[in-house]
């Protein structure tokens, strides 16, 4: 199982091919459980996204036929060692280290891809006040078109993940609490310890 993580979708103003970067199996958490900040860790951040689940054998698709590969979605929030990913990045080294350790991506419950992807944006409180917001009508190149992009040089196989974007980011420290909401109602929410 793969999940890929579009890197440059999403405020950034770049034109051009998308960029991904892979996370492991151990990287994925359900939810329901916290997230441990790793000891060596230098700042945490949290960004939000939907992840979206592949749900047929695929390679070489066509942007007309990329819905007949997901139906599913589900709130996500991706978390990452910036200040070890800028030493890496300064030293020109893979971030991998940064961003795929254990439970580094903790998904929330799937449901129908229209609600989780439609016009209502997510949003992420911590501890009660808002600081962070994804918006599919941000995304520089749409979903539909991230499937022949990516399946041009990699068989997507039913049960990888798809995160089209992360936001922009929030730090965060022990004790915090992240809530993800769609309008009004909570969908995800975690803990940091």
């Known amino acids: 199982m793969k999940t890929f993580i579009i890197e440059n979708n999403l405020y950034c103003g770049q034109e051009g091919k998308p ?8 990287a994925l958490c359900n939810a329901g459980k916290p997230f441990f900040i790793p000891e060596n860790a230098d700042s945490m951040t949290a960004f939000i996204s939907p992840a979206i689940k592949i749900t047929r054998l695929g390679k070489s698709i066509a942007p007309r036929f990329s819905k007949r ?6 709130p996500a929030i991706h978390f990452r060692d910036m200040g070890y990913r800028e030493y890496l990045t300064r030293h020109g080294l893979p971030t991998d280290m940064s961003q795929a350790f ?26 009660n006040e808002k600081v962070d917001e994804w918006k ?10 991230l499937f022949p992009a990516i399946s041009a040089s ?9 995160i089209p974007a992360l936001s922009i980011g929030t730090e965060v420290k022990i004790g915090d609490n992240l809530e993800l909401k769609l309008g009004d109602k909570t969908i995800l929410n975690v803990m940091i310890k």
């Open 19 to 26: 960029v991904w970067s892979f996370l492991p199996d151990s």
């Open 154 to 162: 990699n068989t997507l196989k039913m049960g990888d993940y798809l």
């Open 102 to 127: 254990d439970r580094a991506l903790i998904i929330g419950d799937f449901e129908n891809a229209v609600t989780i992807l439609g016009e209502t944006p997510l949003s992420m409180y911590k501890n």
């Open 136 to 145: 599919k009508d941000d995304l520089t190149t749409t979903i539909d078109e």
């Open 69 to 74: 590969y997901y139906s599913e979605a589900a």
